[in-house]
């Protein structure tokens, strides 16, 4: 199934919907379908894990659906919640004469579906994104574990939902909190990297094939040396491709001819904290210049 | 798939396993159909496929090709691999990591040992020099010294306030209704009785960074005894020691078997009562635990008297950041409650605009209060 032939074709249609993916990735991508696994993502902020989602659902031409997680959250905002205000109403109608029961009030009419239940019910398999997963608490961590080993949940008043196709999964963590083995255990895992000058490249020509190709060069020599400064923040790509788009509302041809001046006040696109604006000064910016040729 | 190659890739998946892989059964069956399915030939995908497979973290992500190759590898061949992340090499069987779960942190050798190294004179205040001297833990567990601390704690764990989260819980009284709940136990009741969410209260976290250099020697076991019972009261808690370097000590430390935690601190202590470093200390701590130890519910308390020998400006710059990321940070300084004591130590002085709570904790009763201190400042 994975031959190297359905690799360069995944590969092939990912370039085409605008991502550049490593051959490893393209194996693991193949991979969550044929062995059932959810893929798990790690790298720097920037590094473009969760395009790897978008991608995917771009190649599979089916839906996205995003979960992100934040600090509190819970299965009401994650998984469903009933419709209280139309379940007031009905009981509200019910008193006046027409009569309800129990299962009623609580039928699918009512329920909201949130994300991850979303993802459970769709007719062709969703890809769901669970952006962030290290921002969530554990015992959101362990209820995820579950899910997403049997792919059924039980509500209480409506029975147990069990999906009618199996969602790609995707995870992403920024490392903020160190996950638990088994739910790295249950998931494929890949750890993205700040690209290879190539690679960088390659991105920066797919989405901005306006661009002049010495520009581009120097653009990604640039920041890919920036990278091995001691900086509070790196810059990733998305921080490379929102530089590389300033430049090109400049007017900027080549970096050489536009001067320190004007490389320093688009730079805010690049660095994103005071210290880190601070220590790249016009003679920095210079030497940088001339080493990206 | 033939036999000899099913034990061989079985036995890939039991090496990957012995050199600290989190794998189970499950990856071994998957393990092999992913090599029928690829082929065993083709080895560039399927050591992609296999190392997607097999890894859960990023250090296992760049160990991972290292060892594939020396498996599958016939040894002459192993150098001549191409573009790796750690260059070529043969299979690193580390006795000392904590494969199997046996051991506790890896040992942490003189490795960082660059900066006053030269600087042997072990000065009466602080040094920058290493020792290789380990500590005598016997004391450690000594039940009459521990009873009174552990008494002290015990009462600080029972009243230490639940901090408020954002995850919600039931409630019977408060301002927001808990419209499910409500709902859901009035219907077939007819009446209907209000319940209400409130933030749910959790126990903050607590990091300790205990000063063992020499200049502390006359606390050090003290400080230990406390964090052994803070550790013991306190699921959260997460302790380590530092000197010229740090060493995280929470497994060995809360040990239940008290011999075993002595051996295990024994053989991390190396460099106990040496100099002190504590700004390159905080440093490695931001670098390497912060992000993954440090958030908003987070009390971090230092032990120190100050005395620093590293790089000056550093310890401010590292505290700073610290402080950004945690709650509170707490400085318990023995040497604060001798008579006209002033925080003169460059290193104390640097700290002290970045402290919530800067408190003495030479004895018990001081510590009770720091702990007092602490509690309010949560």
Redesign the interface.
Known sequence: MESSAAISALQASLLNSGYVAARGLAVTMLMMESIGRPLLIEGDPGVGKTEVAKALARVKNTRLIRLQCYEGLDTYNALYEWNYQRQLLAIKRAESGAAIGDDEVFSEKYLLKRPLLEALTQATAPVLLIDEIDRADAAFEAFLLELLSDYQVSIPELGTVTATTIPFVVLTSNGTRDLSDALRRRCLYHFLDYPSFEKELAILQTRLPQLQARLAGQIVEFAQSLRRYDLKKKPGIAETLDWAASLLGLGISTLDEAGPEQIQDSLATLLKTREDVLSIDHATINRLVAAAG | MEATLTAKITGFVATIRENGF???I??SE?AL??AE???IM?R??LR??W???L????D???RFDDLFDSYWRPPNRQKLVESRTSGGGALRRDDSAPAGGKAGPALQHGADDTGAAGDSTAKAGASGAETLETADFRTLTDPEQTRAIDIIIRRFARRLQRLK????IAATAGHRLH??RT??RG??GGAHRLHFIAPRRTRPRLVLLLDVSRSMSLYSFFLLRIARALSMALSDTHVFLYHTHLTHVSDALADPDPWRAQERLAMLSAGWAGGTRIGECLAEFNRKHA??LV?KRTAIVIASDGYDTGEPGLLGRELHSLAGRARRVVWLNPLKAAPGYAPAARGMAEALPHIDVFAPAHDLASLDAAFSALMAAL
């Not at chain 2, 890894?55 to 990023?58: N, P, Q, T, V």
């Not at chain 2, 989260?165 to 919600?168: I, N, P, S, V």
């Open positions: 989190a794998v189970g499950n990856e998957d159909r992913i399915t690829i082929g083709a560039t995908p992609d496929a190392r997607g497979l890894c859960g973290r990023a296992e992500w760049h989260t954002r995850r919600e419209l499910r709902l859901r219907v077939g992000a993954r958030h």
